[in-house]
Structure formats: structure tokens, C-alpha cells
């Protein structure tokens, strides 16, 4: 079997013309012959070579027309570009292998490609983005395939982390932990969990979870030293009086015997922090030791880390050389993540114009055709538009004027209704009763005459309900008029501030609810009130307008409001204009109306 693969191998290096040969009769059996060099070269972690004839897997796949044979390749290469490290041409062909999956309706490897760029977009910063992918994945995987729903929870987990949301990481965490099936990965998730609620403040959980690791049995050294060293640092953090010293040393030495100098350069933090309050000597040793591991392993975060506590405990003098190398990390830090985010959206821009233009090719001729169809569709719509627009206008108008109509004959009926019951009910019974004293020959003249002189004030109180109201820049002097007429020698009516409103410039429809609410307080207030006095003040508050006033009459029966036919009117009058309208009574001291608006 070994000397068949090893042929096939040499035969497809040499021979050009093996793909088209192979087309000839048996495309299929092509393709599978050239996936098995793929996987032979890549159990062998040939990335390289397994690249090469992943490319030759989408030549076939191509000529063959066979859609499932291309969204496998491009997974394929996608894979080995990933593996190599070339996270842009891996990001773009696993977006080709998404695409023609979810055209094939096959949720399973749509769930696994949507995984992988999960992943990438995590690695590139781009976390919401990742998020999103990683939701996707959830969704089409439905359940299959444990071990990547677990770690698509991890990759949501790390995104939270990120972004410092350490509850929601946790939340990730414990998902992972619920699928995953490997005891390695289950230790890992539980130590990533303990971390989080070191950093944010719940030590009891996180020391709880260290202990029970510890008692576990760890399959890697590497792990274990972690656990020992993270357990004391947050015993530490916990209880600084608490003496954790040989528990991190023995820590620092599982280290440094199995050479794991990322967990170095963590133990030499944790050291340099415990001897930070009582032995800065010691603390700035390990800070040193910390700096030269991290160097080492170019561990720029860790590497900052420990300048910061350098040049916390250093002398001024000995800090320069520190302080520079953290203003050029912080930038070059700064200048790469720049760098990655550009690079990445270089990458889905490009990707996204290469489809629109394949996109724009497909469907060219489909709109040449259609073209046509739509002016023809557009010529109909807009007639039809126009048509029913016009119609619509014509109607609205007729509407308009009908509603006009009954609103005036409405309107009109009101008012006539309203007069012919003053007449009857006013002024009708005081004509009676002056015919009745003047055949009386008892009643003075005097006595007529007076009775006379009423029936003429509410004859005029009545026009002046009902007559038109003179808007626009006459108003002013038209509202006073109406006051001027209820001034008597019984009634003194006084007019204050009246110039700093500038009625003039008020709307029309504003200036005539003004006259007729002010209208309907003096004739409630000639027919019941039995006022002396009466004063109505003005004042302009930012953009309201506040009309006050003021009687010294009965006022209303037992302080109770009751709303007749003309109070009703009034406060439905001043609704219109969004005014609003307050009253104040007393029993026989009076009564104050207040009325506001905006200009």
C-alpha cells in the first residue's frame, strides 16, 4: 500500500499530464488518489507539501464541475494556510469553503469552516465579528461534533476576556466545560475559570477551584506547576499577612525544571508582588528575573508588565534605560495591532469585492434582460402612482370641503341655538318685566331706566360672544375695547402689563381663543359674580405667554367648580391651542383664573 502512495506521489510531482489523464475515465478516483497524498503529507506535518496538492485537489474539483470536490478543497487549503500561519489566505479560503457549503446545505462543515474563521477574527482583534461566527456555528453544528462546540464556547470565553467582560467568560467557560470530552481540556477550562475570578475579586471561588485541580489528577507538569503557583498568589491576594513564600518558590522551581518559561515569567510576578511591601530589594530581583525571561521569549505583555515594576522600586538614574524600552514597546505594541487590524480588513475588503465582482459577472446578463421589463413596469407604476395620487388629492379636498361644510353648519347651528336661548332665557324675561313695570305706574322712571341699561349690556355681552373677532395687528386694540366694555360705576375693571405680551404677533387662532375665554370670565362675572373689581395681569415667562384673572366676587357655591355650557367651552377652546388653564376659588372672596399658552 506504502509503494502504491509513494508512486502515486512521484507520478503526480513529475507527470503534468496525470490530472488530465486521469479526467479522461476517472475523475473521481483522481481526486480521491491526490486527498490521500494530502493526508499522507499532512500526518507527516509537511504543511507545505500538503498546501501544493491541496491546490491541485481544486484543479480537479474545478474541471470536474463538482461542487463538493471545491468547497472540500478549499477547506483543505485553508487548513494548511492556517497551519503555516498565513492567517489571510486562510481567512479568505475558509470564507470560500462557508459559502459553497451553505449552498450545499451541509450544516455540519458549514458549522466547521464558520468555527475556523471564528477563530481567525478572534486572532485578528476583531472579537465582535468572532462572536458572531461563533454563534453561527453553534447554531448549524446543532449539537454534533462535542469537542468544536467546545471550543467554539473557549473562543467566545477569550472574547469576553478581551473585552473584560470576566462574568460573561466564565459563563463560556462552564459551556465548554459541559461538552468537552478530554480530561486535558476539562483542566484547562477549569484553571481558566479560577483565573477569572482571581481578577475579579472572588478569591473563595477561585482558590476553591485551585484546590480541587490540585487534588485531581493532573495529566501535565506544565499545568500543575501553574495551579501550585496561581493557588498561593491568590491565597496572597486574599490575605496579604498570609505566608504563601515556599508554595511560590516550589512553583518557580517545577518551572524552571521542566522549562516552561511562559509560567516563569507569571511565578516571578507573583514573586515580585509578594516581596513588594517588605523586601523591595527582593521584589525588584524577581521583577529582573521577570524582565529576562519575557525578553527571552518575546512576551511583549509580560515584558511591560515587568518594566512597570521596575520603575516602580528602580533608582530614577537606573529607571532611563527601562522607561525608553517601554515608551518603544508600547508603541511598536501599538503599531502591530494597527498593523493586524488593517490587515484584516484588507482581507474581508478584498475578499468581498472578489465575490461582488464574480457576483456581477453571474447576474449580468440576467439584468440586460430584465432591463427592459423594469422601464416598461416603471412607465405602468408611475402612471398608476399618479393616477391614484391625483385621485387620492382630489378626494382629500372633496373630504376637506365636506367636513369644512358640516363643521360651519355645525358651527353655525351651535350658535344659533345658543343666542335664541339667551334671548328667550335673558333677555326675553327682563323685556317681559320691563313691559310689566311700565304699565305700573308705582315703578319710577328712574327704576325702568336702569332695567333699560341692563337689557342693553347684555345685548352687547351677547354681540360680543358671537361677533367676529378682529385678528392680526389690530387685535390689541381690539382685546382692549373688549375689556373698556365692562368697565361701569359698579365694576372697576383694571388691565395689567398687557404691552410686554405683544398680542399683535401672536397666531389668529390664538387671539381669538384669547378674546373669547377673556370674554366668557366678564360676562360669568357681570351675570354672577357680583364683582367690584376685577384685574387681569400679564406676564411673559421664557416662551409662554400667562394671562391672569382676578375678581373680588361670591366666587363659586361650597369652593366646588362646576363647569357650565360657557366654562366648557373655554377650556375646550384653550385645549386647541395646547394652552392650559387653572382656577382658584374662595367662597365670597373671589375668584382667580389662570390661562398659558405658548407664543
Not at 480537479?60 to 489566505?89: H, P, W
Not at 508582588?273 to 511583549?300: C, G, P, W
Not at 412607465?379 to 391614484?388: A, D, R, T, W, Y
Not at 391672569?548 to 366676587?553: A, F, I, S, V, W
Request: aromatic content about 12%.
Amino acid at each position: 500500500m506504502k509503494c502504491k502512495i509513494l508512486f502515486l506521489l512521484f507520478f503526480v510531482l513529475f507527470s503534468s499530464n496525470l490530472v488530465s489523464a486521469f479526467q479522461v475515465e476517472k475523475n473521481d478516483i483522481s481526486y480521491d488518489s491526490i486527498y490521500k497524498i494530502v493526508k499522507l503529507y499532512s500526518k507527516k506535518k509537511e504543511n507545505r507539501k500538503a498546501l501544493t496538492f491541496s491546490r491541485k485537489l481544486l484543479v480537479v474539483a474545478l474541471a470536474n464541475n463538482n461542487e463538493k470536490q471545491q468547497a472540500k478543497s478549499y477547506s483543505k487549503i485553508a487548513e494548511f494556510y492556517r497551519k503555516l500561519n498565513l492567517k489571510d489566505s486562510a481567512f479568505y479560503y475558509y470564507n470560500k469553503s462557508k459559502k459553497m457549503y451553505f449552498q450545499q446545505k451541509d450544516s455540519l462543515q458549514l458549522g466547521k469552516s464558520l468555527f475556523q474563521l471564528s477563530l481567525l477574527e478572534s486572532s485578528f482583534g476583531s472579537y465582535h465579528e468572532s462572536d458572531s461566527s461563533a454563534v453561527q456555528t453553534l447554531k448549524f453544528l446543532n449539537g454534533r461534533e462535542v469537542n468544536i462546540i467546545a471550543a467554539t464556547y473557549n473562543c467566545l470565553a477569550i472574547n469576553s476576556k478581551e473585552r473584560f467582560l470576566y462574568e460573561d467568560a466564565i459563563t463560556y467557560y462552564e459551556k465548554a466545560l459541559e461538552f468537552t470530552e478530554t480530561k486535558k481540556s476539562k483542566i484547562k477550562y477549569k484553571n481558566n475559570i479560577a483565573i477569572l475570578y482571581k481578577d475579579f475579586g472572588d478569591y473563595p471561588k477561585s482558590i476553591s477551584i485551585f484546590q480541587d485541580l490540585l487534588k485531581d489528577t493532573i495529566v501535565s507538569k506544565i499545568t500543575e506547576g501553574r495551579v501550585v503557583d496561581n493557588l498561593a498568589y491568590t491565597k496572597w491576594l486574599q490575605n496579604s499577612k498570609k505566608n504563601v513564600l515556599q508554595d511560590l518558590l516550589l512553583a518557580n522551581s517545577m518551572k524552571q525544571k521542566i522549562k516552561d518559561d511562559f509560567g516563569l515569567i507569571a511565578s516571578y510576578s507573583h514573586l515580585s508582588d509578594y516581596h513588594i511591601k517588605n523586601n523591595k530589594r527582593q521584589s525588584l530581583f524577581y521583577a529582573k528575573k521577570m524582565y529576562e525571561v519575557a525578553k527571552k521569549e518575546k512576551a511583549t505583555n509580560g515584558l511591560l508588565e515587568a518594566i512597570d515594576k521596575i520603575l516602580s522600586l528602580e533608582t530614577p538614574k537606573n529607571s532611563i534605560k527601562y522607561y525608553k524600552e517601554s515608551i518603544q514597546l508600547r508603541d511598536s505594541l501599538q503599531d502591530a495591532t494597527t498593523k493586524r487590524q488593517y490587515k484584516f480588513a484588507k482581507i474581508k475588503y478584498t475578499y468581498e469585492e472578489q465575490e461582488k465582482q464574480k457576483f456581477k459577472f453571474k447576474t449580468l446578463a440576467a439584468e440586460n434582460k430584465l432591463i427592459a421589463e423594469q422601464e416598461n413596469n416603471q412607465k405602468k407604476n408611475i402612471v398608476i402612482f399618479l393616477m391614484l395620487l391625483t385621485s387620492g388629492f382630489i378626494f382629500y379636498i372633496y373630504r376637506r370641503k365636506q367636513q369644512h361644510k358640516k363643521r360651519v353648519l355645525r358651527e353655525t347651528y351651535n350658535t344659533e341655538t345658543r343666542i335664541a336661548k339667551k334671548l328667550h332665557d335673558e333677555l326675553g324675561n327682563d323685556v317681559f318685566n320691563v313691559l310689566t313695570k311700565v304699565q305700573n305706574s308705582k315703578f319710577k322712571t328712574s327704576e325702568i331706566v336702569n332695567y333699560l341699561d341692563k337689557i342693553y349690556l347684555q345685548t352687547r355681552a351677547i354681540s360680543h360672544e358671537n361677533d367676529v373677532v378682529e385678528t392680526g395687528e389690530k387685535f390689541d386694540a381690539f382685546f382692549r375695547s373688549l375689556v373698556a366694555n365692562y368697565i361701569s360705576d359698579d365694576c372697576k375693571v383694571i388691565l395689567k402689563d398687557l404691552n410686554v405680551l405683544n398680542l399683535n404677533e401672536i397666531s389668529d387662532e390664538k387671539q381669538i381663543v384669547v378674546y373669547r375665554v377673556f370674554n366668557e370670565l366678564f360676562v360669568n362675572m357681570k351675570k354672577h359674580s357680583k364683582a367690584s373689581l376685577v384685574l387681569v395681569s400679564c406676564k411673559r415667562v421664557k416662551n409662554q405667554i400667562e394671562m391672569m384673572y382676578t375678581d373680588n366676587g361670591i366666587g363659586f357655591v361650597e369652593n366646588n367648580i362646576v363647569f357650565k355650557n360657557g366654562l366648557k367651552n373655554m377650556e375646550i377652546r384653550i385645549k386647541k391651542i395646547k394652552g392650559t388653564v387653572s382656577f382658584e376659588n374662595k367662597p365670597d372672596l373671589g375668584l382667580k383664573v389662570i390661562f398659558r399658552f405658548k407664543k
